[in-house]
């Protein structure tokens, strides 16, 4: 069975005991929008609200602790023919044991991280932050 959005907020709130004021203010303001008020959070537990953002999801995955496979693919924000199952199965494979080796990981060297020192510096910045070489004990 598949539930809606507007389902899983909705049980989700119910078993916290939240009404929707304090799902719109766990949700806080977005940054695409400037509130979601609890106007919005009734119409989104009722199936009436269809403008779903990505940072609504994320916000109402963080609040409720939804699960995060279901609710992307009950809020429809899912490729086409991707499932819950399929997300969760690739979640298990991303976050596996063998995912990060000691090996695998490569930290940047001292020239590649000065040159985004200089990359990312302000125009105008009169500091010259530059990369300092440890010094041997």
Same mark, same amino acid.
């Given at each position: 069975?598949?539930?809606?959005?507007?389902?899983?907020?909705?049980? @989700? @709130? $119910?078993?916290?005991?939240?009404?929707?004021?304090?799902?719109?203010?766990?949700?806080?303001? +977005? /940054?695409?929008?400037?509130?979601?008020?609890?106007?919005?959070?009734?119409? +989104?537990?009722?199936?009436? $609200?269809?403008?779903?953002? !990505?940072? +609504?999801?994320?916000?109402?995955?963080?609040?409720?602790? =939804?699960?995060?496979?279901?609710?992307?693919? @009950? #809020?429809?924000? +899912? /490729?086409?023919?991707?499932? #819950?199952?399929?997300?969760?199965?690739?979640?298990? %494979? @991303?976050?596996?044991?063998?995912?990060?080796?000691?090996?695998? %990981?490569?930290?940047?060297? #001292?020239?590649?991280?000065?040159? =985004?020192?200089? $990359?990312?510096?302000?125009?105008?910045?009169?500091? !010259?932050? !530059? =990369? %300092?070489?440890? %010094?041997?004990?």
């Amino acid at each position: 069975m598949t539930s809606t959005i507007g389902d899983l907020v909705d049980r @989700a @709130a $119910r078993a916290r005991g939240w009404g929707d004021q304090r799902v719109a203010f766990e949700i806080g303001v +977005l /940054p695409s929008e400037k509130v979601f008020n609890a106007t919005q959070v009734k119409r +989104l537990r009722r199936g009436e $609200r269809q403008n779903l953002s !990505h940072e +609504l999801i994320q916000r109402l995955i963080d609040a409720l602790r =939804l699960d995060p496979a279901e609710a992307w693919a @009950a #809020a429809g924000l +899912l /490729p086409p023919g991707t499932t #819950a199952d399929m997300l969760r199965k690739l979640d298990l %494979v @991303a976050t596996g044991t063998r995912a990060v080796s000691p090996g695998s %990981v490569r930290f940047p060297v #001292a020239s590649e991280l000065d040159m =985004l020192i200089r $990359r990312n510096r302000r125009r105008g910045d009169r500091r !010259h932050l !530059h =990369l %300092v070489k440890p %010094v041997a004990a």
